[in-house]
């Protein structure tokens, strides 16, 4: 894998996920109590072998810089390492990058400087695990130009994904980014007889693109220094098919794209069941995140159902279920929170008089909600979404799709219900 330089894609303005990325990209989310959103890629690469990685950043990069230079560091004598390419003007371009594929374009002359006979390209918002020697293999194998990572998905995902039909030998024959007509999703429907045991099934007939691409450096630079494409789905794979050899790499595992806040709550939730789809418990292919040197938590006289609580948070008489609680969350006496997201705090607090502290105070209930770093719960509280609202946006909290969410440095006084 040595031949393999990676570029990870910071994304655009994740507006889908507002107001998590009000203040921070979307891979700087927190993930799973204690992770990021950008370590799943990471770790994939560190555990197949990949060790020179590039993260490009532009849109509310601060959190996700600070975050990659605190966390991975790899040895004096190594020459791995995980770099942020931030954007930048240039002689050749005065413009932000306006595409997947800009970004790539636009960071290609550093990319260059280390000679990779490969490059890999990868999203920082997805949530699977993956061995990319192993797709690797198979693009070598196939003597492909180009690579993609094929997921079967079912129809009603086919208008949020790039489809695509792929023949027996794994060359790709027809891509199609995003399609909203039900003929054309008709017309790109796999023969399930002939593709079940790469996973097509009647409920899942569709092969999606995951977004994960090998490239053969030098038909990566053509591609990108002609017609001037902007995004690798819209443009640059279907150009690709017929001037290049494109193959499919299918995969089986669960992938989850995080773009929305209900796909993020619902992803983050599904962490908590008994045998969860991603499993952070692997120590064969573990995920690395910044080491905070934090206590263990301290739960006194609660009840915890089904929920993960993170490191240094202090829990008092409480009754926890269905629920994710983040590193340093406080949660006082008397509280009841189910089915609930906490993202936790960036640092502990001394008592401040006068002011709601950090946390979640005595006696309050939380239901089906996000609550993001910093916030302060006041005490007697309820956030229930008792109105039953779907899209609204207040002054200290917003709802998305029925989910109510508190943003980072939230504040709700005492004795409201939501």
């Known amino acids: 894998m040595k031949d393999i330089l990676a570029v990870v894609l910071g994304g655009g303005k994740g507006s889908r996920l507002f107001p998590l990325t009000l203040i921070r990209s979307k891979p700087a989310v927190p993930l799973g109590g204690q992770y990021r959103l950008i370590d799943i890629p990471i770790s994939n690469c560190i555990n197949s072998g990949v060790n020179r990685i ?69 999203s920082g918002d997805h ?31 086919a208008s949020d994904l790039g489809i695509l039909k792929m023949e027996k030998s794994g060359r790709i024959s027809e891509f199609c980014e995003k399609p909203d007509r039900p003929d054309l999703i008709e017309s790109l429907k796999a023969d399930v007889d002939k593709w079940q045991k790469a996973g097509v099934t009647p409920d899942r007939p569709l092969m999606a693109s995951m977004g994960i691409y090998v490239f053969n450096t030098d038909a990566l630079v053509e591609v990108l220094r002609g017609d001037p494409m ?51 418990y692997d120590s064969e292919a573990p995920i690395y995140s910044h080491p905070r040197f934090l206590p263990a938590s301290r739960i ?48 502990y607090e001394e008592n401040r008089g006068g002011r709601i502290p950090l946390g979640v105070g005595r006696g309050s209930i939380i239901r089906g909600a996000i609550i993001d770093k910093n916030a302060r719960i006041g005490a007697s509280v309820r956030i229930v979404n008792s109105r039953n609202l779907q899209d609204h946006d207040a002054e200290n909290y917003f709802v998305r799709d029925g989910i109510v969410i508190v943003p980072k440095n939230g504040v709700i006084e005492d004795g409201t219900e939501i």
């Open 127 to 157: 949530l699977y695990r993956m061995d990319y020697s192993a797709l690797f293999r198979r693009h070598i194998e196939c003597g492909a130009d180009v690579s993609l990572c094929v997921l079967p998905v079912g129809t009603s995902e």
């Open 230 to 280: 902007m995004d690798f789905g819209r443009d640059i794979i279907p150009y690709s098919l017929p001037r290049y050899n494109v193959s499919g790499y299918i995969f089986n595992g669960y992938w989850e794209d995080i773009g929305t806040i209900r796909a993020f709550y619902k992803a983050n939730l599904d962490l908590t069941v008994e045998k969860p789809k991603f499993n952070f």
């Open 54 to 122: 590039f993260v490009l950043t532009q849109y509310n990069s601060e959190s996700l810089n600070r975050h990659i230079n605190q966390t991975y560091r790899f040895g004096l004598f190594s020459q791995g390492f995980v770099d942020i390419l931030a954007a930048e003007q240039t002689p050749e371009s005065t413009h932000w990058y306006q595409g997947t594929a800009d970004a790539v374009r636009q960071c290609l002359r550093h990319l260059l400087t280390y000679s990779p006979k490969h490059i890999l390209i990868l």
């Open 300 to 347: 006194l006289k609660c009840q915890l159902q089904s929920s993960i609580v993170s490191e240094g948070c202090e829990i008092e008489d409480s009754v926890i279920s269905d629920s994710v609680i983040g590193i340093r969350s406080i949660i006082r006496q008397g509280t009841e929170i189910s089915q609930t997201l906490m993202l936790g705090a960036d640092y």
